[in-house]
């Protein structure tokens, strides 16, 4: 019993220390402060590793699109909990400003340099309309920096 | 038949190149992720269209921006701190914490049951013991006169030993 909780506390430690870095700069990009970040990085990290039977059948991939679904989704309501993303004039502040959708593809493939088929897999979405929600994502945070004046 | 197909695959080139079509293939392009022959289409109108190409060279320096800011950072550490590391993987490896983040609808069904349960017995409890009826034997309240003062004796014991005096 001791053996299995000692082999499930490695794993758990193993995929933090893969996964948080990234997840945190997601998080980070998204609440635009260290320490919300941390509370959703945490309670992702929760919500995915408490399903262990289903964790451990995941591939590399599958778990990593898993962590950032789920980060994402904490990260949307603590943002909309705490009221962020419509104050502020620097450049991610017009990231902010977009829809949840179309902040999750600017961030994955612009910040995180993803590609379309990797934001695919994570979003669940089919490529041709991730590169449509690319399109219009772009654009609109272009139309938001120029009216900031910072393009 | 042929020369349809040929007609046919001419206009739909001829669309391809509107401005409209070929936008939504622009951040793509930029990025890379086109096929070589869409590429090439869209290469070619933005050498000769210069709506396009402003708006290519606004969505690139939007892009350019965006890739600044993040190396900058985000504000956020890099690892999370021991404490929040240590509360994962108790919530992970504790058998009872883990059954409870896993059954966690279960869990909140129990509960609301278990505390349902004690209100509705507390409750009960203190609605017996404000409407019971008065339990042992009927007392009997007699009055005797003993010289000036009245004296209430309230039990019948009492008042056997009283007439015995």
């Keep these: 019993m001791d053996s299995h909780r000692k082999y499930k506390g490695n794993t758990a430690e193993r995929i933090i220390s893969e996964y948080e870095g990234a997840l945190l700069r997601y998080a980070g990009l998204i609440l635009g402060s260290g320490s919300l970040a941390q509370d959703a990085v945490e309670a992702a990290f929760i919500m995915v590793l408490k399903d262990s039977d289903k964790m451990m059948g995941l591939s590399r991939d599958q778990l990593l699109a898993e962590l950032y679904r789920t980060v994402h989704h904490v990260a949307v309501t603590i943002a909309g909990r705490q009221q962020l993303c419509s104050t502020g004039t620097d450049v991610m502040a017009a990231v902010r400003k977009l829809e949840p959708a179309e902040q999750q593809v600017i961030i994955l493939k612009i910040l995180e340099g993803k590609s379309n088929a990797e934001i695919s897999s994570i979003v669940g979405l089919s490529e041709e309309r991730v590169a449509r929600l690319l399109y219009k994502s772009v654009m609109n945070v272009t139309g938001k920096l120029k009216k900031a004046g910072l393009l | ?165």
């Excluded at chain 2, 590429?39 to 109108?45: G, N, Q, W, Y």
């Excluded at chain 2, 059954?99 to 049951?113: E, H, M, R, V």
């Excluded at chain 2, 009927?138 to 005096?165: A, C, E, M, R, Y």
Aim: charged share 25%; glycine share 4%; proline share 3%.
């Design chain 2, 1 to 165: 038949m042929n020369s349809e197909r040929i007609e046919s695959q001419i206009r739909t080139e001829k669309k391809m190149v509107e401005c409209e079509d070929i936008q939504p293939l622009l951040f793509d392009y930029m990025s890379r992720e086109l096929g070589e022959g869409r590429a090439a289409i869209v290469r070619e109108h933005l050498r000769k269209c210069r709506n396009c190409q402003i708006l290519a060279k606004d969505m690139q320096a939007a892009v350019d921006l965006l890739h600044k800011t993040s190396k900058a950072g985000s504000g956020s550490p890099e690892r999370l701190s021991e404490n929040r590391r240590k509360k994962i993987i108790w919530a992970f490896t504790h058998p009872i914490i883990s059954w409870i983040y896993k059954n966690i609808f279960i869990f909140s069904i129990i509960g609301a049951l278990i505390v349902i349960l004690t209100v509705w017995m507390f409750s009960k409890f203190l609605i017996e013991r404000r409407f019971a009826p008065l339990q042992g034997e009927p007392i009997t309240v007699i009055i005797v006169n003993h010289g000036q003062t009245n004296v209430v004796i309230g039990d019948t014991n009492i008042l056997k030993s009283v007439d015995q005096q």
